[in-house]
Each structure stands twice: as structure tokens, then as C-alpha cells.
């Protein structure tokens, strides 16, 4: 799934500087989700993510994947404790 899912994203998330760094799928309470774990050299901005689902959505919806009714999720990795000066 991880790079199917790479592939058909390539470089498009480029401009964001952010990358695809995990898939997985998980069941939970009955759901289906979808999970794509973003990562970049930076601590990722919620607008940023924002901006990467609405990249990476469109283009799940043209691929086959074996999946009935999933949730996406699309969050950014974590980068640990931030320490404040």
C-alpha cells in the first residue's frame, strides 16, 4: 500500500516540503482509516497538512485500493519534546 500510494503521489508534495513517511490501515470501532503519516525537516503547520490531503485525496480516488469505505487520515509524524529557549 505504502508504495502504491507513493508512486501515485510522486513528487507533488514537493513545493510543501513534506514527504510521505508511513501508510498504514487500521479497524478501529468498526471505521476503516486510511493513515498517512507526513514528515519534513521542519515541524509540520496544520495548514500545511491541510494543504497535503487536499493534494494526496484526489488522487486516491483514481487509484484502486482494495478498501471498502475507509477515512482518511492524513497527520504529520512526530518530531518529539520541543524545548523552549
Known amino acids: 500500500?505504502?508504495?502504491l500510494i507513493k508512486n501515485?503521489?510522486?513528487?507533488k508534495l514537493d513545493?510543501?516540503?513534506v514527504w510521505i513517511d508511513s501508510v498504514t490501515v487500521e479497524k478501529e470501532e468498526?471505521?476503516?482509516f486510511l493513515r498517512i503519516a507526513?514528515?519534513?525537516d521542519f515541524i509540520i503547520p496544520l495548514n500545511t497538512?491541510?494543504?497535503a490531503t487536499r493534494i494526496i485525496?484526489?488522487?486516491l480516488d483514481q487509484l484502486e485500493i482494495d478498501l471498502d469505505n475507509y477515512i482518511l487520515d492524513v497527520y504529520a509524524k512526530e518530531k518529539g519534546d520541543v524545548q523552549s529557549e
Open 1 to 3: 500500500m505504502f508504495d
Open 8 to 11: 501515485a503521489v510522486g513528487n
Open 15 to 17: 513545493k510543501l516540503e
Open 30 to 32: 468498526g471505521n476503516t
Open 38 to 40: 507526513l514528515d519534513a
Open 49 to 51: 497538512v491541510v494543504m
Open 57 to 59: 485525496n484526489p488522487l
